[in-house]
């Protein structure tokens, strides 16, 4: 069985009873990054073996853990916060198993996706997933551009070293929304802003912004 175990997105605490369980009674835990999860693991007295992919290797670690599981092995797949397959390369290893006829089963918890869009009191009973936007700006407006019709919720993920040209081509190409960017969520810093796009890109340019963010928006909210 592969089990797709979702961990805290920040506060270590936010891990349920089952997800605990799991990673205690599997035979190998498949994490991106071996040495985050092993403070996880450190924190609740797991002992499990484990072993690392990411986005460079999840080919051949694909193969590797799915050879594993038809041979009788149960695997737990995490990432390095939040739910597997969520804008991580996890999603890979859960479709190879699937085509293997792997038997599959989630341990559902923390998405910060969703703890943001909760944060932002905005309209949530419509909304898009957008992940990463294009690094480059010619490739991020023209996603965009492709956007500005839209009348849900907009969820987007974003590196602090990115945050603000993003915001600025928010600013640019969806005429300067209110928007709100969350980071740190559950964290000891969690601070969440909201404000015109290019007036945030103007306050992250002032000081070094850190933590991954969220930002959420909606351009049909009067």
Same mark, same amino acid.
């Given at each position: ?102 038997? =599959? @089963? ?9 703890? !943001? #869009? +909760? /944060?932002?009191?905005?309209? &949530? ?59 740190? =969520? @559950? ?9 015109? !796009? #290019? +007036? /945030?890109?103007?306050?992250? &340019? ?17």
């Amino acid at each position: 069985m592969l089990y797709v175990v979702s961990t805290p997105i920040g506060n270590l605490k936010d891990i349920t009873l089952r997800a605990i369980e799991t990673l205690k009674s599997v035979d190998l835990i498949a994490a991106e990054d071996t040495r985050h999860t092993k403070i996880l693991c450190n924190e609740y007295g797991i002992t499990t073996a484990l072993t690392s992919y990411f986005e460079h290797n999840e080919r051949s670690k694909s193969e590797y853990l799915v050879k594993l599981l038809t041979e009788g092995k149960n695997i737990a797949l995490v990432t390095d916060a939040g739910t597997p397959g969520i804008s991580d390369p996890g999603y890979r290893v859960v479709k190879a198993a699937k085509d293997a006829g792997i038997p =599959i @089963t989630v341990i559902p918890g923390a998405t910060a996706m969703i703890a !943001a #869009l +909760s /944060l932002s009191a905005l309209p &949530t009973d419509r909304f898009v997933f957008e992940g990463f936007l294009p690094p480059k700006d010619v490739g991020r407006e023209k996603r965009l551009e492709a956007l500005k019709e839209e009348d849900r919720t907009i969820i987007f993920y974003e590196s602090p070293h990115r945050v603000e040209k993003t915001l600025r081509s928010i600013a640019k190409v969806l005429n300067n929304p209110v928007v709100t960017c969350a980071r740190e =969520i @559950t964290k000891k810093f969690e601070e969440v802003k909201e404000g015109p !796009a #290019l +007036s /945030l890109a103007e306050e992250f &340019t002032k000081k070094d912004p850190r933590g991954e963010f969220v930002i959420v928006l909606n351009l049909k909210k009067v």
